[in-house]
C-alpha cells in the first residue's frame, strides 16, 4: 500500500473552508484515496473516498490532482465539532494503515 | 443510520486473564476487522474477516488472539492470556464488501493490570 505524508496539525476557523493536504506519491493505478476522522479516542469515522474523480459527499469535498500524486480534503464549513485528527489513507486491500494524519484544530 | 456497536465500552482485566471483546457489525456486512490503539499511538490493523475465515492477518494477530462469529450477528475478538502490553482501544469494522468503505463502532478500551 502507498504511503502517504499530510502535515502534523492545522488552525481553521470556525465558518471557514478547512483544506486539508495529502501526499501520495506512490500511489499505483488500482488504489483508492480513503479520508477518515478520528474525534478524540472514538472509533475512526469514514468521510469521503475516491479512486480519480473529484468527488463531494454531505460531508467534505475530495480533491484528486491529475496524476493521482497528491489530494485535498476540504470541509467547505468547519464547526468546532470538526476539530479531530484526519487520515488520509491510500490502497485497495482490505485493510486500512494508519498513519498519525493531521490534528485540525478548528477555534471559534 | 446502522451503526457498528461494540461492548463493553470499558475492560479492566489481570494479566494472565482471558477477555472476550464483543462486536455486533452492520445488517448487511459481510467483511469484519479488529483494529487496535495503544494510547497516543496509530490505529494499527489486526485481522480481517470473511465467510468464517480469517483473510488477513497483521504481525499483532498472534496465537494469543483468535477471532469468531459465533452467530449470523456478533463478532468477538478472544485474548487467552492478556499482557500489560495489550492495554488499549480495540476496535471493531465492517463493511460490505472487501477493500471497500469501513464503518468503525466506537471501542472497547482495554485495561490490563
Known amino acids: 500500500d502507498a504511503k502517504t505524508t499530510q502535515p502534523t496539525s492545522m488552525d481553521c476557523a470556525e465558518g471557514r473552508a478547512a483544506n486539508l493536504p495529502c501526499n501520495h506519491s506512490t500511489i499505483s493505478g488500482n488504489e483508492y484515496v480513503y479520508w477518515y476522522r478520528q474525534i478524540h479516542s472514538q472509533g475512526p469515522q469514514y468521510i469521503i473516498h475516491?479512486?480519480?474523480n473529484n468527488e463531494t459527499n454531505e460531508m467534505a469535498s475530495l480533491i484528486i490532482t491529475e496524476d493521482r500524486k497528491s489530494s485535498t480534503l476540504i470541509l467547505p464549513h468547519a464547526t468546532l465539532r470538526d476539530t479531530a485528527v484526519y487520515y488520509c489513507i491510500v490502497g485497495y486491500t482490505d485493510k486500512l494503515i494508519f498513519g498519525t494524519g493531521t490534528r485540525l484544530q478548528v477555534f471559534p | 443510520e446502522p451503526e457498528v456497536t461494540q461492548t463493553p465500552s470499558h475492560q479492566v482485566t489481570q494479566m494472565g486473564q482471558e477477555v472476550i471483546l464483543r462486536c455486533v457489525p452492520i445488517s448487511n456486512h459481510l467483511y469484519f476487522y479488529w483494529y487496535r490503539q495503544i494510547l497516543g499511538q496509530k490505529v494499527e490493523f489486526l485481522v480481517s474477516f470473511y465467510n468464517n475465515e480469517i483473510s488477513e492477518k497483521s504481525e499483532i494477530f498472534d496465537d494469543q488472539f483468535s477471532v469468531e462469529r459465533p452467530d449470523g450477528s456478533n463478532f468477538t475478538l478472544k485474548i487467552r492470556s492478556t499482557k500489560l502490553e495489550d492495554s488499549a482501544m480495540y476496535f471493531c469494522?465492517?463493511?460490505?464488501?472487501?477493500?471497500?468503505?469501513?464503518?468503525f463502532g466506537p471501542g472497547t478500551r482495554l485495561t490490563v493490570l
Open positions: 475516491g479512486l480519480k
Open positions: 469494522a465492517s463493511s460490505e464488501l472487501g477493500a471497500d468503505t469501513q464503518y
